[in-house]
């Protein structure tokens, strides 16, 4: 398969000692090597790197491990596409040969190529008006140049985009894939974009997706986007990220605006770190990329009714619905994997009728004000709770308690008891009354889990009738788990000890990683990398037999078994070939207990 040759090149390439230790110091330990974990302060070393796994591992406060690509991916703060390419170029491999080539890379291309049709265009003479309208809305042309602005023509140039892009050697179907071109049943063709401002709109690794259009003649829709594509969905890119990403790693903060012209207005006077949504809520494909970049999230987005809707509607899912799904990447072991809220959101409050773009070339010191003094996410949702319930009515009161009372047990427990106070004062309830009337709501919360969580403990007990559901011996176990996980819609959870550590290959670790970010399979596929795509295709046409819900839960529960208890005991062989070589050190010693305890525990399930 294309990404399988392209990770075992650079593999085969590369050796992990040689990768790790031109970040930190590694000393001989044993038939391993061990230093200071270089992802939390420590003194006694705990962190150990295999050469013959080729992988590493802290057994102290990260408990985490993994092979050179996700250490490259956790020092440099990258994500697998990335250290793949800069892998790829440490080990002399060619990210530019055939068998790397897919249908997305030919789109950039083509939209590299029209981004510069539409540049030429919009500094020719048939540019003026598009131009003047730039400089009506504050963006000076070095801005304009920056961010790669252009004009799509009113009507069929010579040459046209069209004739541009096929003396680019580019075929007539690869440019009716983009989109940018569409063709009517007589066999004539239109351009998608007319008379047109033209954004284009990067991933994060500066390559074309599609384009952001605005009218220039005030024509409806004023705004429209390139169709969707395999390089091009606009719910999984962020407008700016490219430029941003950088900024947001130094500052550990990201600020989300909703337009085009709010990034380039920040941009332009020196707030880098802003990103665009492109729309009224960000999404979970965004999201997941932000919580890759930093621990803090501003949304500052229109203050309009339609607005605030679409920012509670998402609040919600983030902060109170996805509580359950949380725990999906909970490992009793290691603890979180992966928390859809583990970035800290809070919300920019904006004067009613301004925008950023507005707000930012008025008064920037204004703006950056509100952007420090942006309260929290969940406090913006228990201020929101009169208008969308009814609170003089004791119902009304009880559906927005109903509402709120996940918020709060979601939350720090630091926290909590500062949002219960803000919520009694919110509802006109004696505080004193508050908690009770919670410990209920939590029973019943309960009570509705374990109900969903019955046909997990009845199908525990009916194991062997699933046996011959497991894979045969071309299909590996990590490679079976992740298609029933990623083709049984209605699964819910993974077992809590499991680790996206445990899959033996970084393309199933990457692909499982997002899935528990995402948890919905179109969603995974629009925020994989492209080099990672064919590797996810791979899976999904494993053939599995028709089994039901029930079959489903107990095939994936014995193949994650088997899966952690081959992890853990090659884990702990490497550890304890090499123990005698550390000093005294509780973490080391806590970790054999602790793997030890798992596989027994591990044994009895089966048993």
Known sequence: MLLVTLVDEIKSRLDIVDIVSGYIALKQAGSNFKAPCPFHDEKTPSFIVSP???????????????????????????????AIRLLADRAGVSMGTPVIRTKSANLYQINECASNFFSDLLYSDSGKLARDYLKSRGIDQLTAQSFGLGLSPAQTNNPSLYDCLISNEFTNDQILESKLIYQYQDGNRGDFFKNRIMFPIKNRRGKIGGFGARSIDESEPKYINTPKTDAFDKSSILYGLDTAHQAMLAERQAIVVEGYMDVIAAHQLGDINVVASMGTAITDAQLSQLKSLCGNLVLA????TAGQEATLRKLEDILISSNHNNMMGFNKRIGAIIRRDSINIKICLLPEGSDPDNLIRSDFQYWQTL??????????MIDSLPVRFELQSGSGKTAALEWISGLIYASNPFDQERYKEKVATTLNIDSSRLDPILREMGKKSKASSRRRNTIKGQSSRSQHNVANALPNTEVSLDEYALAILLKSTELEGIPDHFSPECFVRSEDREIFTRWLETGKIETLKSSLDDSIKPRLDEILDIQLKPIDLRQSINSLNQCFSRIEEGHLRKLQEGLLSSKSSFESSSDLEQAIVKMNQRLKEIHAQRG
Not at 55 to 77: N, P, Q, Y
Not at 301 to 304: A, G, I, K, M, V
Not at 371 to 380: H, L, R, T
């Open 301 to 304: 987005l229109d203050p309009d």
């Open 371 to 380: 952007i420090k003094e942006s309260v929290p996410a969940q406090e913006f």
């Open 52 to 82: 013959e796994r080729q992988s590493w591992h802290c057994f102290g406060a990260c408990s985490t491990g993994g092979d050179l690509i996700s250490f490259v991916m956790k020092r440099e703060s990258m994500e697998f596409g990335e």
